[in-house]
């Protein structure tokens, strides 16, 4: 009895089988299909390969929420380099509450306007990259995931002249999170009781000079290798009194990536420069004013990849597809082939062995002589 039902079993199984065997005597190869079968096989080995570079790349993730941290410190990181003295200039930072934050993260450092050759490299380089930047927004996502490995060329003391007439100003500083003003001006900035103000009395008009060039500026925590909007930007100017204005909005952003998990912000930037003359009705005070602002939304920015289960269904879809489609094809290919050939007949195909006028001469010599009867002339 087990035997039997055992038997019913593999019958039954027989039976559901969705992949039915051919018997190889049944199966006629033909070169038409060898050539198809071939052009499917490296069309799925082409496929198969360009799946897997897709497979191993990554792309970025953008997500928008309201930023909900407002308790924090705002971290501001600074690299200027202004054409004037460092005793003749003061940097700090003015709060939308009127508060005045110590600049005392900032380093004065007395150099040469002009760079040496290698930073001149550098800073080409970074300018090229900004220029594309402006117009292929997707390199972004490349600066975010890999971006430019290692930091520009430090300014050695070999550079510098024995009486520089530069300063550069770099650092960091720690503000609140509100709206403010961060600006470089003529003088050292003192207490006031009433707001704030910068000591500049005692210094030549004639020696104003506010020709800049930000080698970095960026907000949050400061990562090796992203590109913000205004690094690499030089303003030079022959006039003493000059205003330059840069109006910044400032969006925060968690980066998380394969290599970097970081707080960050990004920021857009409004230029404005102009030059003072108090007779000709612009009014104003010489100097680099940064005002910036916070937004209210947060960007997480992450780095995707395909999981492995989803490559395999694409993988398998690939060599499905082109063994269904080539197959189909083949047949459609060789039914007009038939019906040009005149070998289609009602839905079967008869392939003529012998030309029918062969056929017609052969019958005529398989038939037998008729009987005559054969008469001999009498003598």
Known sequence: ????????????????DAFPKVPESYVESSASGGTVSLIAFSAMAVLAFLEFFVYRDTWMKYEYEVDKDFSSKLRINIDITVAMRCQYIGADVLDLAETM????????EPVNFELAPQQKIWHMTLLHIQERLRVEHSLQDLIFKTAMKGSPPAKSNMDRSPSPTACRIHGHLYVNKVAGNFHITVGKSIPHPRGHAHLAALISHDSFNFSHRIDHLSFGEDIPGVISTLDGTEKVTTESNHMFQYFITIVPTKLNTYKVVADTHQYSVTERERAINHAAGSHGISGIFMKYDISSLMVKVSEQHMPLWKFLVRLCGIIGGIFSTTGMLHSVMGFFVDVVCCRFQMGIYKPLKEHPVQMQHAKEQAAPPADTNLTQPMS
């Open 101 to 108: 934050v110590a600049s005392d993260g900032l380093k004065y």
């Open 1 to 16: 009895m087990r035997r039997l039902s055992k038997k019913k079993a593999l019958t039954l199984v027989k039976e559901l």
